[in-house]
């Protein structure tokens, strides 16, 4: 894998890019919007959560994007009893009397933590070190994750009893706060013809491991003019209700605002949206797009707010 030079190198993702869209559309179908993030969230690598009702693909979607960038695919189902141990890996006494270090399934390149706000703080802490340092400590030796590493976890909104709700410091570790809503008529239609036959759809592998580290590094040197970098910094500040740039809504019904990860979130994923959309440099319109989804788990609203329904949705828009 070679190009001449980055511009040409930035349009071989964008054509890459598509193809690997109309690969994943061939078996998730109504969710494109969640698809270019989840793409985005890839090659800025960072992490995204997926909140959704059940029955909404969660869990295809990740194997099926997993399997178009012919990446290694680990699905772990969070429980109340899941321990550190039973995703990190363990030491095991040997036949030679001497402890050997057993892989958990967090060595995987794309790992879906399926309901993780089911299992107690000790094991989501646990994955918090591997989305952080990409590495786990066990027995007082750090284990380096094999790379690409993404965690793309799920959670069911409606379903809150026997839950453990995320710290906002593991909340901040992602990305993306991604929500999947019901197909409308016509996509659930298309779902139901195609899912209740004999003709599985099939999908190619459109991306290698090396190709994404590739595109990951091309991503950090896309160039950003000064008047997105003050927006996006203008932006996470306004979320804080102590700042000078809040408004009146933000002050009145927000507790605490975003930290400095949005602000780079946003820089580095308006950069790959620019690329995907085949612009070689970001522009305000970029950071815009990707805003709702990166601002939305870190905008923590005060009692007033929960009590008058002012929802987070309401004070990003005002934000924007």
Do not use: W
Not at 27 to 50: A, M, R, T, Y
Not at 163 to 191: C, G, H, K, V, W
């Amino acid at each position: 894998m070679s190009y001449a030079n980055d511009r040409e190198a930035a349009i071989a993702l964008n054509q890459k890019s598509e193809a690997l869209q109309n690969e994943i559309k061939k078996v998730i179908i109504g969710q494109d919007e969640i698809i270019n993030k989840l793409l985005i969230s890839i090659f800025s690598n960072g992490h995204s959560l997926l909140i959704g009702l059940p029955g909404l693909a969660k869990t295809l979607l990740v194997k099926t994007i997993a399997e178009v960038l012919d990446l290694n695919f680990s699905r772990i189902q969070f429980t109340p009893d899941l321990m550190p141990g039973d995703i990190t890996g363990a030491e095991i006494l040997g036949e030679n009397r001497s402890f050997k270090f057993i892989r958990g399934p967090l060595f995987a390149n794309i790992v879906l933590a399926d309901e993780i706000n089911r299992t107690p703080p000790k094991t989501q802490a646990a994955l918090l070190e591997a989305m952080q340092e990409k590495a786990v400590t066990v027995g007082g030796v750090a284990h380096q994750l094999d790379k690409p590493f993404f965690v793309l976890a799920t959670q069911n909104p409606i379903e809150q009893e026997g839950t453990y709700p995320l710290p906002e410091a593991q909340l901040d570790r992602f990305m993306f706060n991604l929500n999947l809503s019901y197909p409308n008529y016509t996509d659930e239609l298309t779902i139901i013809k195609n899912t209740t036959g004999n003709n599985a759809a099939s999908v190619n592998k459109i991306m290698s491991a090396t190709e994404i580290l590739f595109f990951q590094e091309l991503v950090r040197r896309v160039p950003v003019p000064d008047n997105v970098y003050e927006y996006a910094v203008k932006l996470v500040a306004k979320t804080r209700p102590q700042s000078e740039f809040a408004d009146n809504l933000v002050k009145e019904y927000v507790s605490y605002g975003a930290g400095p990860r949005a602000g780079q979130f946003l820089i580095i994923g308006a950069k790959c949206s620019a690329l995907l959309k085949g612009k070689f440099s970001p522009d305000i319109e970029d950071v815009k797009a990707i805003a709702e989804a990166i601002l939305q788990h870190r905008i923590i609203r005060n009692f007033k707010a929960e009590a008058e329904g002012i929802s987070v949705e309401k004070i990003i828009e005002s934000i924007l």
